[in-house]
């Protein structure tokens, strides 16, 4: 059995999450990890026997890398994108994709062109709980839908500035933008608010400490998303959605379905990322592309992230073009 | 895709080791796919960083945990495993690991065989039952293991590979406060009672009586330091013998110097001598086995070991014939060349593996 190749671009905390995960697969090969932090690099090279090296380029330097992740912070994108598509190799990648929608759609251009596997983390597409929703939801669609991520403030500094991390909607809320996508249909207009308050634990934290918005969707459904990161403890993420005679509740660990017969709870029994890396594995081995987020999708998604930040920046509901 | 080579230690203290396997990583790394793995103790990790650094694969093994070492070796198959052991009770698990997972084993042993318990060499003997090949760095490490087991033994010597000076001649000597017309004499060795530096110190005043611009040079750190260090008080040779401790800038000093000298009463195969020919800076030895080696026993500067006359005679020749001493340092670089670089080396060992290798491809078709 020949081993698929992969390398790495970035090697923090989200990286590691993917490679407990790919270290399992008898047909992947963890062959090199760049990182602006050799030392970084080279401790998660030494777990594998695999090369390290303090920039992209030497990574893609190798000529027999089969495939990239990509796990950068959501500032850092375009330069590895960009190399890596000029280099003709799938890739996956971390959502936020970008924080500047032009570099995107760009990316999301010169992927289509190159005619790439491409895989985006939203995650959230791989739950079992995620499978249920979208059963029920065939028959009865939602009509009513309900976001949530009221959570605590992240401990990364680039997190708390607005032109590092594009702020809470950004960085976070945006996997349950996904999600009501990906379970409701496209979106077509938004309103968004946000506020901030200022904490002495927090210096230079710029970006709003709560924000909402209302959303409205293509198929008629409307809905609002609420985040704010002055918890101390992740209180609520998850996604609500309503319909005629159903009532369903997606945390990220379960969800509950209510018909009117009780609040049953069923509780994920798989791990997302698994299958989400071994969807994106198996479509680089040119068996079946099952992967559900590709870069075109996830840029469908942050298109609305991103509308949300300019409606509150201008005060005005967005209408979403092309959707 | 390239072969991979696995170049593998569990010493606690790859120190000389350590450098050899970067050295030949190196020197292989245009041929094989070569990955460096040790321990993951401190010495370990930071050999496995320098590894990284010059664009060797590496891979940290925790040997308390022998399952997971030999699931890794068990995945890298089918491939080569090359055993590096500073002293024979080294690197035994990692042979029998490695034969177990189906990997061909090649063994380099770094020193003579010294082991005496019968215990131990018993473990050694069962231990060498798995492994397909074996290189010895020096003469005599190939000879005091050639009969120990009917696994084959080749000599490939250790090589250095030659490092450029960063700074220029003057700007150092300006930097040691030494006068261009002073003669600079360099010893670069562990201070340990094996390398003679009493035998040097000894040797100093007949030396300065003849060449009153001599100065002495000794760099290195180890347990003779303030045993030398009063000797030299004692004799009154401040002014003329400096003691610099360890330094990482050594191509720069053999840049600066007039001559390389060392002293010493016994050796392996002394890689600071090896790194002084590669200079093309002149040499003065001892009839030590391993200096022989490395200079050759028509070399016209040797002394005898522990002979401060012999010494301070050899070192006198050689400042009163620079012509001739300069003649032979650019001899002594064609012999580091022909015997000791590291492409040299690099070049063996792959012929070594390819004949382990095709043998045991042989031994895969039959069965």
């Known amino acids: ?323 | 895709m390239k072969q991979r080579i696995i170049l593998v230690t569990d010493s606690e203290e790859p120190s000389g080791v350590g450098e050899h396997m970067l050295t030949l990583g190196s020197g292989l790394a245009d041929t094989y796919d070569v990955v460096l793995a040790a321990p993951d103790h401190e010495a370990g990790t930071s050999l496995l960083h320098r590894a990284a650094a010059s664009g060797l694969g590496v891979k940290a093994l925790d040997l308390l945990n022998p399952r997971q070492v030999r699931g890794w070796l068990a995945d890298q198959a089918p491939t080569l495993l090359h055993v590096h052991a500073g002293i024979g009770w080294e690197g035994h698990d990692l042979v029998r690991y490695g034969k177990a997972a189906g990997l061909a084993i090649v063994r380099t042993e770094h020193l003579p065989y010294l082991l005496t318990s019968p215990i131990q060499q018993a473990a050694y003997r069962a231990m060498l039952l798995s492994v397909d090949g074996r290189i010895a760095v020096s003469q005599a490490v190939y000879d005091s293991h050639k009969d120990r087991s009917s696994a084959r033994l080749v000599l490939i010597h250790n090589g250095v590979t030659h490092r450029p000076p960063t700074v220029s001649r003057e700007q150092m000597r300006q930097a040691l406060a030494v006068a261009p017309d002073d003669r600079l004499l360099l010893t670069v060795a562990r201070l340990s009672p094996q390398k003679g530096h009493a035998v040097l110190v000894d040797a100093a005043p007949a030396i300065l009586a003849r060449f009153a611009n001599a100065k002495f040079v000794l760099v290195g750190t180890g347990p003779e330091r303030d045993k030398i260090s009063a000797s030299i008080s004692q004799a009154g040779l401040q002014q003329n013998v400096v003691m610099l401790g360890h330094r990482t800038d050594v191509p720069d000093l053999l840049a600066a110097a007039d001559l390389f000298i060392l002293p010493s009463l016994f050796e392996g195969l002394p890689l600071a001598l090896l790194e002084a020919m590669a200079s093309k800076l002149p040499v003065v030895a001892t009839t030590a086995g391993g200096s022989i080696e490395a200079i050759g026993s028509d070399h016209p500067y040797l002394a005898t070991q522990g002979d401060a006359a012999s010494l301070g005679d050899a070192i006198i020749a050689a400042l009163d014939q620079p012509d001739q001493a300069k003649a032979e340092g650019d001899k002594a670089f064609r012999r580091y060349n022909e015997r000791f670089s590291t492409a040299r080396m690099a070049a063996e060992t792959a012929n070594f593996y390819q004949s382990i290798l095709h043998k045991q491809g042989a031994r895969g078709t039959n069965s």
């Not at chain 1, 890398?65 to 598509?85: M, N, S």
């Not at chain 1, 839908?145 to 605590?152: E, K, R, T």
């Not at chain 1, 945006?174 to 009501?180: G, P, V």
């Not at chain 1, 987020?293 to 998604?301: F, N, P, R």
Request: with cysteine; hydrophobic share 40%; glycine share 8%.
């Open chain 1, 1 to 323: 059995m020949s081993k698929t190749r992969i390398g790495f671009i970035g090697v923090g905390g989200i990286a590691n999450r993917h490679l407990a995960v790919l270290e399992q697969f008898p047909d992947v090969e963890l062959a090199g990890f760049a990182d602006p932090d050799f030392n970084r690099a080279v401790d998660a090279a030494s777990r594998f026997g695999a090369r390290a090296y303090s920039d992209h380029q030497s990574l893609l330097d190798d000529p027999t890398l089969d495939a990239v992740y990509i796990c950068i912070p959501p500032f850092a994108h375009g330069d590895a994108e960009r190399a890596v598509i000029a280099r003709g190799l799938p890739f996956f990648v971390e959502k936020p994709i970008s924080l500047d929608l032009g570099v995107a759609e760009e990316l999301a251009l010169a992927v289509e062109q190159a005619g790439l596997v491409t895989g985006v983390g939203y995650h959230w597409r791989y739950k079992d709980t995620v499978e249920e929703a979208r059963q029920r939801l065939a028959e009865r669609p939602a009509q009513l839908v309900s976001g949530y991520w009221l959570d605590s403030t992240p401990p990364p500094q680039w997190w708390w500035r607005m032109d590092r991390s594009g702020g809470q909607m950004v960085e976070q809320t945006t996997h349950i933008i996904d999600l009501a996508r990906y379970l409701v249909s496209e979106v077509t207009q938004v309103f968004g608010l946000a506020s901030h308050l200022d904490r002495e634990a927090f210096p230079g934290l710029d970006v709003p400490t709560a924000s909402t918005a209302s959303l409205r969707f293509a198929s008629g459904a409307v809905g609002n998303l609420a985040s704010t990161s002055l918890l101390n403890w992740s209180h609520r993420v998850g996604l609500h959605l309503f319909g005629d005679g159903i009532a369903l509740e997606l945390s990220d660990h379960d969800i509950m379905v209510d018909v009117g017969a009780g609040r049953p709870v069923l509780h994920a029994q798989s791990d997302p990322v698994f299958k989400e890396d071994r969807d994106f594995i198996d479509a680089v081995r040119g068996e079946t592309n099952s992967i559900r987020c590709s870069y075109d999708e996830a840029l469908k998604t942050h298109r609305v992230a991103l509308a949300i930040n300019q409606s509150i920046r201008e005060g005005r509901a967005i209408n979403m073009s092309g959707g």
